[in-house]
């Protein structure tokens, strides 16, 4: 079946410009989580939504940052104002998210979407 | 959120068994314990995960004593394709998900 696929798988912008990145996670899973990781670096947790509404926001840096997943299923991280320091592999997962159990946590990663700021 | 520490990196030869451990000291009651594995430009790759003892799959093992304060991933007889960076989790999946905290995670390198 098909995983989880993010667009675009580069992009390339200018500082000050806005932009945003799509996640469509694989059917049915219920939970999808937004992360970027600069180079040697491990993947750094940004936001995670449980359905449409957001479960924990605490990643992500700062007001110019905002994801959206209005009918629970496709993601956007929409970034404002990019700065040179926003340039990362922006990685999306998703997961089933079922309450209560052993190994449903586990993530389904996408290719990420590897961001340039000039 | 329980904090991990892992080594920055390992060296193996293959065919041999390889053994990363991980320290979650602040480990919660309901917290359980996933290992990932990342290569050059992909996402990472879920592993194995667990609460206590001992859990083995088709990729490795996993042990975890019984103070729960540390982890060890075990990749029995590694391979060249083994090479990778390894992740170690702590989290409560008991709402579904949870914050995931990555860390640096332990670069292994497979030599022949």
């Known amino acids: 079946g098909a995983g989880v696929s993010q667009t675009p798988s580069n992009k390339v912008t200018e500082k000050g410009k806005y932009v945003e990145l799509r996640c469509d996670p694989i059917s049915g899973h219920t939970a999808l989580y937004w992360y970027r990781q600069s180079l040697g670096q491990g993947p750094e947790f940004l936001i995670y939504f449980q359905g449409t509404g957001a479960a924990d926001d605490s990643g992500l840096p700062n007001d110019r940052f905002f994801a959206v997943r209005p009918e629970g299923s496709v993601s956007t991280l929409k970034i404002q104002r990019t700065e040179r320091g926003d340039s990362a592999v922006y990685l999306c997962?998703?997961?089933?998210?079922?309450?209560?159990?052993?190994?449903?946590?586990?993530?389904?990663f996408g290719p990420g979407t590897r961001l340039t700021v000039l | 959120l329980a904090k991990t520490t892992q080594p920055i990196s390992m060296d193996s030869y293959e065919g041999q068994e390889v053994n990363i451990t991980c320290s979650h000291n602040?480990?919660?009651?309901?917290?359980?314990i996933t290992w990932y594995q990342q290569f050059p430009s992909q996402g990472p790759r879920f592993i194995i995960q667990g609460y206590k003892t001992k859990v083995t799959n088709e990729v490795a093992s996993l042990f975890i004593p019984a103070d729960r304060k540390s982890s060890t991933l075990s990749l029995p007889r590694v391979s060249l394709s083994d090479t990778a960076v390894y992740y170690c989790?702590?989290?409560?999946?008991?709402?579904?998900?949870?914050?995931?905290?990555f860390g640096a995670g332990t670069r292994l390198f497979v030599k022949a």
């Open positions: 997962a998703s997961s089933l998210g079922l309450a209560g159990g052993f190994g449903y946590n586990e993530q389904f």
């Open positions: 989790l702590v989290g409560d999946p008991g709402t579904g998900g949870f914050k995931t905290i």
């Open positions: 602040n480990i919660a009651t309901n917290d359980y």
